[in-house]
């Protein structure tokens, strides 16, 4: 076990494939960005063992870095043009990134998965210094993408529940990711937590503030609450969309397992949001009896039957007749109006 690291949350801008003629072309673009971003993390880790006198051991990139958003590309086309295979060549070139690096390396992209033709998923991924990818986390709620729920019976019996909320126990703690707006909703962090997670990997492209953000209120309280590190990399902008470049910039931080902020970034590409990470300081504090040990006061049996069949978004709504169906895009905002129309028929809201 490495005792102190340092993490450092890359803030960089995401590169959109809107606007690139072809697959080929996004394809190239995207292999570029990966060799950009391994400079990057280099010069930077140097400074920050100059600095600190800790080595980087974790590197965290914001979220989609290598595509941007999909928008109004319809999914099968995006999903072609954009999302990376399982075993795909991006894979390849992040995993000899990491083992050249010696460090770990997470972040976010689109991806196929052959078990669900016509579909992608929004995926965090985790991948180690020996080149392999130890994680494979699917976001599970998204207002415009596909998600295991929405398969979720066939989901359950290829990956299990365990491959539903994954958590990677390496030499440097135990691992997990969450995706984006996930970090609002405690119980997707709750559940890695339950399962040992220490550092929360959290992709993100989001609007940046000298305000609280929702973002910002998030990771403070998922942290504290699960007594775990969040190290959080936001996008520095997004290229070549027709939003304004720094429409989703700044804020990048690292949040120790008191919901302390340690590093702040502000605006641009940067790595200022890097911190040290004492996974022993955090697994003693887990471990004594205490009022602030948040983990261990858990009574989880008090909201097993509000959970249980209750859910306001239900499972399986890509599946008909025991198939797969491509949703076209605006799917997604049609299955939100309905289930506020049943939580208001039910009286729930």
């Keep these: 076990m490495t005792k102190t690291y340092s993490a450092v949350a890359m803030q960089l801008a995401a590169h959109s494939i809107e606007k690139t003629p072809d697959k080929a072309a996004a394809r190239k673009q995207m292999m570029n960005m990966i060799g950009e971003v391994e400079g990057k993390i280099r010069s930077s880790s140097i400074f920050i063992q100059q600095y600190s006198g800790s080595p980087v051991k974790l590197a965290v ?12 590309i319809s999914i099968p086309d995006f999903a072609d043009k954009a999302a990376l295979e399982v075993n795909g060549p991006e894979y390849e070139a992040l995993g000899a990134m990491a083992q050249r690096l010696k460090m770990f ?30 994680l494979r986390y ?8 596909p998600t295991p729920h929405d398969v979720w019976s066939k989901y359950l019996d290829i990956y299990g529940i365990d491959g539903v909320f994954p958590v990677a126990k390496t030499e440097i703690g135990n691992l997990a990711a969450i995706a984006s707006e996930e970090i609002l909703y405690p119980e997707i962090a709750r559940a890695l937590a339950l399962r040992g997670a220490e550092v929360f990997a959290h992709s993100s492209s989001e609007i940046g503030s000298p305000l609280d953000t929702p ?10 609450e699960n007594m775990a590190y969040v190290v959080s990399a936001n996008t520095a902008g997004i290229k070549d969309t027709t939003m304004p470049l720094a429409s989703a910039d700044g804020n990048s931080m690292v949040v120790d397992y008191k919901g302390r902020i340690l590093s702040e970034s502000n605006t641009g590409e940067t790595f200022t949001a890097f911190a040290d990470i004492n996974i022993e300081s955090l697994r003693a504090t887990r471990r004594k009896p205490a009022m602030s040990n948040f983990l261990a006061r858990q009574r ?3 909201f097993a039957a509000t959970y249980s069949g209750n859910s306001p978004q239900k499972a399986d709504g890509l599946i008909q007749n025991n198939d797969i169906k491509t949703p076209d895009r605006d799917y997604f905002l049609r299955t939100q109006e309905e289930t506020i129309e049943r939580m208001i028929k039910d009286g729930l809201i």
């Design 300 to 302: 989880l049996e008090l």
């Design 138 to 145: 699917r976001r599970l709620n998204s207002m415009f993408a």
């Design 105 to 134: 390396v997470a972040g976010n992209a689109y991806e196929t998965d052959e078990n669900f033709p016509g579909l992608y998923f929004q995926t965090c991924f985790i991948v180690a210094p020996s080149g392999d990818v130890v």
């Design 61 to 72: 990139l914001p979220e989609y870095l290598l595509t941007s958003y999909p928008g109004r």
């Design 215 to 224: 973002k910002d209120i998030g990771k403070r309280a998922r942290a504290q």
